[in-house]
Each structure stands twice: as C-alpha cells, then as structure tokens.
C-alpha cells in the first residue's frame, strides 16, 4: 500500500482537485461517474459509490493493477455503501464494456475531448464536468446535445459553484478568430477566453 498511497499523494497534492468533487456531490445527486484520462487520480470514488476510471497510461494500469490502493479510498469516502469502480487500460474512443446512457456524471479533465467520444454514457440530465485545456468544454459548448448551467472557480484552493452569468463566457480574446472543431484539433488546446472558469458544468439534453 506505501507505493500507491505516496504515489496517489504526491499526484493529489500536485492536483488539488479533491474538493472539486467534494463540490460537485453536495450540488448534485451522483452515484455513478465515468472518468476518461483519470491516470491515478482516484478522489472521484470519496463521493461517488462508482466511478469508471479510463486511462491508457502504463503507470495508471500498474496503479489499479495493485489493489493496494482500495485502503485510500475506504478510508476517504463518504457514503456508507461499499465503493465500486472499474479500469479500462486502452483508448477511452474505444468503446467500453459499460451500458451507454446510464452514468450521472463525466469527467472531462487535460485529456482531450472527452465529451465528444463518451457522451454516449451519459443518462439524460447527466452532467459533464470539464476544463479547457484541449478546447473540450468550448466543444461542449457548441453541442446541441448539452446545455451549459454553471461553472466552479477555485480560490485559495477552495472550490466555488455558481450558476448565474453565464452568459458572459466562451467569449474568445481574439476578436475575428474563425473558431471550429478543426481548428482546436489543430492546435490540441482551448483558446483563451475573455473571462475563463476553473471547470464548466453541463448538462445532457
């Protein structure tokens, strides 16, 4: 356990993205959550009773592969059912061994444009939590299958929800710039907004 225990420390404390689940549970009602890219960030299982984790990553695969780390997560959670998840080691465009249409949530972090390949997973009214780091929350944006209804903010690593505004976002700094799928494929990373968000939050149509 010492080696997954430091290990999942040290990326966490790198991170520091715990709260922002511990945000996410006390806003909405998720019990099941798919994480696309998650390496060995494992905090989605403190709040969430399952949780998918995707990762293709040599390092990510020899973490889950030592159960050893399971101890972190019975010692962190917050529900009184037991915990559950599963780890896929491949391509999170693959499709995956789990029913499309019944997650609550997906989680879209620094691994590329997770909502366009997994949306398929989530229920409607499920949520999608992103940042935009490959432009995968301005894709959202743009998706007439989400609707965008709040953004959290971090501030001295606290993390903040808040729904009002919102209209003011996914405004881009530079003026004229012709702005399409393409072209964040192209560049592998968001744009600059003139007033960006932490993390996005939208909902399934």
Same mark, same amino acid.
């Given at each position: 356990?010492?080696?997954?225990?430091?290990?999942?420390?040290?990326?966490?404390?790198?991170?520091?993205?715990?709260?922002?689940?511990?945000?996410?549970?006390?806003?909405?009602?998720?019990? %099941?959550?798919?994480?696309?890219?998650? !390496?060995?960030?494992?905090?989605?299982?403190?709040?969430? &009773? @399952? +949780?998918?984790?995707? *990762?293709?990553?040599?390092?990510?695969?020899?973490?889950?592969?030592?159960?050893?780390?399971?101890?972190?997560?019975?010692?962190?959670?917050?529900?009184? %059912?037991?915990?559950?998840?599963?780890? !896929?080691?491949?391509?999170?465009?693959?499709?995956?061994? &789990? @029913? +499309?249409?019944?997650? *609550?949530?997906?989680?879209?972090?620094?691994?590329?444009?997770?909502?366009?390949?997994?949306?398929?997973?989530?229920?409607?009214?499920?949520?999608?939590?992103?940042?935009?780091?490959?432009?995968?929350?301005?894709?959202?944006?743009?998706?007439?299958?989400? &609707?965008?209804?709040?953004?959290?903010?971090?501030?001295?690593?606290?993390?903040?929800?808040?729904?009002?505004?919102?209209?003011?976002?996914?405004?881009?700094?530079?003026?004229?710039?012709?702005?399409?799928?393409?072209?964040?494929?192209?560049?592998?990373?968001?744009?600059?907004?003139?007033?960006?968000?932490?993390?996005?939050?939208?909902?399934?149509?």
């Amino acid at each position: 356990m010492k080696d997954s225990f430091n290990e999942y420390l040290i990326y966490e404390n790198k991170m520091q993205r715990q709260g922002l689940f511990e945000v996410i549970s006390q806003k909405f009602e998720i019990k %099941k959550a798919i994480y696309p890219g998650s !390496y060995i960030h494992i905090s989605p299982s403190f709040y969430f &009773e @399952e +949780v998918v984790y995707i *990762d293709m990553d040599k390092k990510a695969k020899k973490f889950f592969t030592d159960k050893s780390f399971e101890k972190i997560i019975e010692q962190k959670k917050v529900y009184s %059912k037991e915990f559950c998840y599963r780890f !896929y080691p491949y391509d999170y465009n693959t499709l995956m061994h &789990e @029913e +499309v249409g019944t997650f *609550d949530l997906l989680i879209s972090q620094y691994a590329g444009l997770i909502s366009r390949s997994c949306k398929k997973y989530l229920k409607k009214g499920g949520l999608l939590l992103v940042n935009n780091s490959h432009g995968d929350a301005q894709f959202a944006n743009w998706d007439a299958d989400f &609707e965008f209804i709040a953004v959290i903010n971090r501030r001295n690593n606290k993390f903040y929800y808040s729904s009002e505004n919102l209209k003011t976002y996914f405004r881009p700094k530079k003026e004229g710039l012709n702005i399409n799928l393409e072209y964040l494929l192209s560049i592998n990373k968001g744009i600059g907004f003139k007033k960006a968000a932490a993390h996005y939050i939208f909902r399934k149509k």
